[in-house]
């Protein structure tokens, strides 16, 4: 059975109101509604991927404040899906949506506990959620109305902490690694980097939307496509590279296959 | 793609670079695409400068989007959430390739 996420109750408890819906066609706010109830349930299940970073930071042994931190994240993720719920009932949606599939965080076996440890953070943190600054910046800077603007805001400050971890930690463990683990990881990168492609790709089959769909929400698909690749590009190569890793190589790797084809 | 857009855009990956602490790398990136003249960037990405931010010739983003489109024309009709996937697993033939 398909688990159910019904968010109906928290988001009735503290309404969210958006003036002026009335004057926008009936498509573009189905548009929005439709992307924040896909919000609403993903929010929501990313908590399980940070609830699996804690043992891996605790067997990597780093210091109580990075565990502490993480666990707060777990939490954040599960208010940003009441957040969007408001969101879904001040559009006229149902805050009640099936589960997406739960995918496990891999166990990462073959690696020690801290590579482990530094791969998650590497996709979680410096690919994932730096990618989700720039996204929901860029649509908070399109918002519509101050309540709107005020949702993306709130979401914003937590992914900037969200990211903000996983660089901050390989600024701490960064220097410690030997050239193998840094040859281990560059490998890895080629993986991550694949699998954010695939991620983000559906950007490419949605098309674009007019100003007005935006500032509710709905998404403008070559634009995210484009935050995506310069985030990439242009943030994350250049951060990983810093580190010892050769992230553009990775990158290079990663998209030999589709630019070559 | 209109102008606010753009903007937006820019301060949103500008944020980013922030978070990263590369501020001083995004900015001359963009200080560059308003300068350069087009040129194809996806394949040689020298990390010191990072992509084109302009919306002027193809950049990384066009010509990665180009053969994805490409090669992959169906799918669901969603939209990228912000929520992070769970990460990967490793390819063992990725860390053959990698070490040798
Ligand atoms: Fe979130
Ligand atoms: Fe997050």
Redesign the interface.
Known sequence: MTPVLDLRREARRDPLEIPGLDAIPAEERAAAL??WR??MV?????AR?FA?LIPRLMAAGVARRHVAAVSAMIGQ?LD?AVLCARVVVALGGEAKLPLPPL????A?E??GPLEGLL??V?????C????????????R??AGTASLRGVLGK??AD??K???FG?RLL?EVGPTLDA?TR??L???L???F??Q?A????????P?AS?RA?SLGA?????????????I???????L??HGLD??RA??RA?SA??A? | MNSTRSIARRRGLRMAAQVASIAGVVAASAALSQAAPARPATANIAPQEGVMLGDEGKGAADQLGDAIRVRNASGCGCSPCWGPPAPPPMRAELLEEGLS
């Open positions: 439709a992307n896909e919000r993903s929010e929501h299940a990313s991927v699996a993720e940003h995918t496990a965080v891999p990462h073959d690696a791969r998650d590497i996709s979680v943190s410096c994932s959620e730096t990618v989700a600054v720039a996204l929901v910046a860029t649509e800077e399109q979401i914003l992914e900037v969200h990211a903000r660089w600024d193998r040859a281990r560059s490998a890895y080629v993986a991550v694949e699998h492609i991620f983000h790709s559906p950007f490419l089959r949605l674009s100003d935006v998404p403008d698909g070559p634009s995210n496509w484009r935050v995506f690749v310069d985030t590009t242009g943030v994350t190569i250049p951060g590279e810093r992230a553009e990158f290079r998209t589709v630019l084809a």
